[in-house]
């Protein structure tokens, strides 16, 4: 691969030699120092690929030898280069380009934030803008130390913090306090300990529940409201005379079903704007804009002064990175022109609509795990509007964990003790 690479920038020729005897001709190379490569025989001559210093130096061993010498093709840099040499557009554009490229490798385009658990990148690289450490600075400006400084004065888990410059992009290595984490999983801990009931979410009738763990305070058909207690953490733990001596502290588990009644209303008015496309003999009026945008820089073809009261906007967008840093980014808007025409829905077109918004709106609801048992919603016209409404009959699963309230313990051996002195 290297070699081939050193031969491209040198340049090189293919050639085909015919004549008596062309092994004389190879030897005669061999014996003035002339290197070759790539010989092959194809039908009773042979072709070689040899470099243009070379080349130069074939006109006495031609004589010599009696063969003869027939260029086949022409390869690398120098060729390309004369191929070229009239086309200055192309040569100031490679030029741009390169100087462009040297240019943009002096800013900053991308900072990495890495080992970061509790502050998330977003946090971080505010905090950083507000410093003016930001994408699009020079690297020159780069403070490393005082970045370090001041994430660890401004963030107290921070622990640990190193800053660096790799490429076009600002490496920042972070490390935080593990003993602030452990802590928190203990008193997280601590606190499953504690107990959960499961408590009435919303009001409804228990229809089915089935106790995993903890006290069951409903049954089947008993009516509740919300924030009342389904399940309780709370075990309580009685003596051999079934007094209640104390609590065991539980996570309440269970699956409880519940039926409620929902309202629904979807509304939609009698008028609606249609849009009215400008358009040619065969095709629709649309203008297309290009732009790019480099950093925070932006440079686009689209004018300020947009002639059009109403349009749609559609823009494509294309990331690249120029040598894996350079964040370029390429846009093409198109412009659509329209008219507004005002039209009226007619009943069917009406019925129709709230009937599909309806049926979505039921699918929603069966993707959450919600049985619809009863329907009452019905379509109804008004002056201005056509609107849906009613009431659906649900069941779904109900409850959710709070944390349970300790139950105060009477202590009834004391009180008759007292009573008797």
């Given at each position: 691969m290297f070699e081939q690479l050193i031969w491209y920038l040198k340049g090189y020729v293919r050639?085909?030699?015919?004549?008596?005897?062309?092994e004389r001709f190879l030897n005669a190379c061999r014996y003035k120092n002339i290197y070759i490569w790539d010989l092959k025989r194809v039908c009773g001559s042979y072709e070689m690929n040899l470099t243009i210093d070379g080349f130069r130096r074939l006109k006495e061993i031609v004589r010599k030898t009696g063969t003869k010498v027939c260029i086949i093709r022409r390869s690398g840099l120098p060729f390309l280069l004369h191929r070229y040499r009239k086309r200055h557009i192309l040569l100031s554009g490679f030029l741009i380009c390169a100087s462009l490229i040297l240019f943009m490798t002096r800013f900053i385009w991308g900072i990495d934030i890495s080992g970061n658990l509790s502050y998330t990148d977003d946090t971080l690289k505010r905090f950083l803008s507000s410093?003016?450490?930001?994408?699009?600075?020079?690297?020159?400006?780069?403070?490393?130390?005082?970045?370090?400084?001041?994430?660890?004065?401004k963030y107290d888990r921070i622990i640990w913090v190193s800053a660096s410059v790799d490429g076009c992009r600002l490496v920042i290595r972070i490390k935080e306090n593990e003993d602030d984490f452990t802590d928190s999983s203990k008193i997280s801990l601590d606190n499953n300990e504690e107990g959960k009931d499961i408590i009435a979410d919303t009001d409804c009738t228990i229809v089915d529940i089935i106790t995993r763990t903890g006290t069951p305070m409903v049954q089947r058909g008993t009516k509740v409201k919300k924030g009342a207690i389904l399940v309780s953490g709370q075990i309580p733990i009685c003596n051999d005379e079934k007094e209640i001596t104390g609590y065991r502290l539980k996570n309440a588990d269970a699956d409880i079903t519940g039926e409620k009644a929902i309202t629904y209303q979807k509304e939609l008015t009698?008028?609606?704007?249609?849009?009215?496309?400008?358009?040619?003999?065969?095709?629709?009026?649309?203008k297309r804009n290009y732009g790019i945008r480099l950093g925070r820089h932006y440079f686009t073809t689209e004018s300020k002064n947009n002639q059009y009261p109403v349009f749609e906007k559609h823009v494509v967008q294309k990331k690249y990175q120029i040598a894996?840093?350079?964040?370029?980014?390429?846009?093409?808007?198109?412009?659509?022109?329209?008219?507004?025409?005002?039209?009226?829905?007619?009943?069917?077109?009406?019925?129709m609509i709230l009937s599909?918004?309806?049926?979505?709106?039921?699918?929603?609801?069966?993707?959450?795990?919600?049985?619809?048992i009863q329907n009452d919603v019905k379509i109804y016209t008004g002056s201005?509007?056509?609107?849906?409404?009613?009431?659906?009959?649900?069941?779904?699963?109900?409850?959710?964990?709070?944390?349970?309230?300790?139950?105060?313990?009477?202590?009834?051996?004391?009180?008759?003790?007292?009573?008797?002195?």
């Open positions: 050639i085909r030699i015919t004549g008596y005897s062309p410093e003016n450490v930001k994408d699009g600075m020079k690297k020159s400006d780069v403070n490393c130390r005082k970045i370090v400084q001041d994430l660890r004065k009698r008028q609606y704007i249609q849009k009215k496309y400008y358009r040619s003999r065969f095709y629709f009026l649309q894996n840093v350079i964040p370029v980014t390429l846009e093409k808007s198109t412009i659509t022109p329209y008219r507004q025409m005002y039209k009226k829905y007619t009943k069917a077109d009406a019925r599909a918004d309806f049926q979505d709106y039921c699918k929603e609801l069966e993707k959450k795990g919600v049985e619809i201005e509007t056509y609107y849906a409404e009613g009431t659906l009959k649900i069941r779904c699963s109900v409850g959710r964990k709070m944390p349970s309230v300790p139950i105060p313990i009477e202590n009834s051996s004391e009180e008759e003790t007292k009573n008797g002195d």
